[in-house]
């Protein structure tokens, strides 16, 4: 009897828990607040020395949602090889912006040049190939570049990484 009041006391500690966390779409009050973390404790098992990122947002017209979670010893273990070529290919200022502008729309080549992002076609298509070949962005039609879905979670992510903490 005594297990069992002890284990519905845990249940309603995390309900209690749970219902008095702040969003998970607000910004914490304090940067002391580990909302994240605590929520990830609280949800469903994560092996222990995880890290993990997510996120859901609206961006010219079309939703994105994306979580991704890896154990310490798949980062340590692994080689980075290929997220180093990915990371490398985001290394560069004209990449940088052609990405940020198609956040907020497919685009062609002629779009970038037209929009000042590029001097010309050829460069154009020559970073966009660089974007392509490392996963980054796909052909949405013709000659219609994008971001691939599945990547644009992790780039906002890896951006806001860079930020001054």
Sequence with gaps: MTDLVQRLAEVERRLDALEHKPSAKQ?????????????????????????????????????YQYQWQRPTHAVTDEPWTDAITRLSALAHPLRAEI?????????????????????????????LN????????????????????SRVIPLMTIIIAGEDH
Aim: proline content about 5%; cysteine-free.
């Design 27 to 63: 910004q914490p009050a304090s940067a002391d607040t580990f909302w994240l973390l605590d929520a990830l404790q609280a949800g469903p098992e994560i092996p222990d020395g995880s890290v993990a990122f997510g996120g859901d947002v609206q961006l010219g017209g079309s939703s």
């Design 99 to 127: 990405l940020r502008r198609l956040l907020a729309a497919p685009a062609t080549a002629a779009d970038l040049v037209e929009e000042g992002i590029v001097s010309s076609t050829s460069t154009a298509y020559h970073h």
């Design 130 to 149: 660089e974007l392509s070949s490392a996963g980054w962005i796909t052909k949405a039609k013709a000659s219609t570049f994008e971001i691939r879905a």
